[in-house]
């Protein structure tokens, strides 16, 4: 088992910066494929961004392309999620996912860090 414990949400105003990171515990030799999504509400969860766990792959959502970056630490189990020239659209429940043991999805979860943008 994987167990994902995310950190670093938080009130921010608009423009600003926030570095969410999610650590990763237990079975974590099996993981292949970490991401992040996001559910504002009232709507569904989105994909966010993610990252290849052995190489240098990296995926984004079009609306955080180029003010979100996403990396790893595999020494640490860590993934990282800085978010630059947030917006108020930004604010949503943050949470990490990873694929882990072959699976074709996302099949272990966080339980999530509030990001509020003000405007």
């Known amino acids: 088992q994987v167990q994902l414990v995310e950190s670093g949400g938080g009130l921010v105003q608009a423009g600003g910066s926030l570095r969410l990171s999610c650590a990763a515990s237990?079975?974590?030799?099996?993981?292949?494929?970490m991401g992040w999504f996001r559910q504002a509400p009232g709507k569904e969860r989105e994909f966010v961004s993610a990252?290849?766990?052995?190489?240098?792959?990296?995926y984004y959502s079009d609306s955080v392309k180029g003010r979100f970056t996403i990396s790893r630490d595999n020494a640490k189990n860590t993934v990282y999620l800085q978010m630059n020239s947030l917006k108020p659209e930004d604010t949503a429940v943050y949470f990490c996912?990873?694929?882990?043991?072959?699976?074709?999805?996302?099949?272990?979860w966080g339980q999530g860090t509030q990001v509020t943008v003000s405007s």
């Open positions: 996912a990873a694929r882990v043991g072959g699976a074709a999805d996302y099949n272990c």
């Open positions: 237990g079975r974590s030799f099996s993981i292949y494929n």
């Open positions: 990252t290849s766990w052995i190489g240098r792959s990296t």
